[in-house]
């Protein structure tokens, strides 16, 4: 089975946290942490940033890591490494997802998360955010 490994980004703001919509692919209207591939030679937080200036138009602060997910999908075996982020400058630009949005704790669970990100999302969920 394919191995894909990816970086996701927990941002948060105002004790809220971003939800971005997948506008593409298999999973398209799916609620997804924002990030993706990381490249030949880049550590998480190098990969999480670029992925968040590429898909976002922000700059990011990497705080801390949340956890590694590790999750079989169909096609292929997932390795997603999150972490803690929070915005230092620029203004969302939707470059790649439908729609963000920023969700309360009382609202994580009201969006359809991607299978992966479920697990982020419990993880979250034993810290006071």
């Known amino acids: ?24 692919g298999e999973h398209k209207g799916m609620w997804e942490f924002p990030g993706g591939k990381m490249e030949m030679g880049e550590t998480e937080e190098e990969a999480i940033v670029r992925e968040i200036r590429e898909e976002l138009n922000v700059e990011i602060r990497v705080e801390r890591k949340v956890c590694t997910v590790k ?3 169909p096609n292929f075996h997932l390795t ?3 972490h803690w ?44 955010c």
């Open 71 to 73: 999750y079989d999908y």
């Open 85 to 128: 982020c929070s915005i230092v400058q620029g203004e969302l630009m939707l470059n790649e997802h439908q729609s963000a949005r920023w969700l309360e704790k009382s609202e994580w669970e009201s969006v359809e998360w991607l299978p992966a990100d479920i697990e982020v999302v419990k993880d979250l969920q034993k810290y006071q």
């Open 1 to 24: 089975m394919k191995t894909v490994e990816v970086v996701a980004s927990v941002i948060h703001q105002h004790g809220r946290i971003l939800a971005t919509q997948r506008g593409y």
């Open 80 to 82: 997603m490494h999150c």
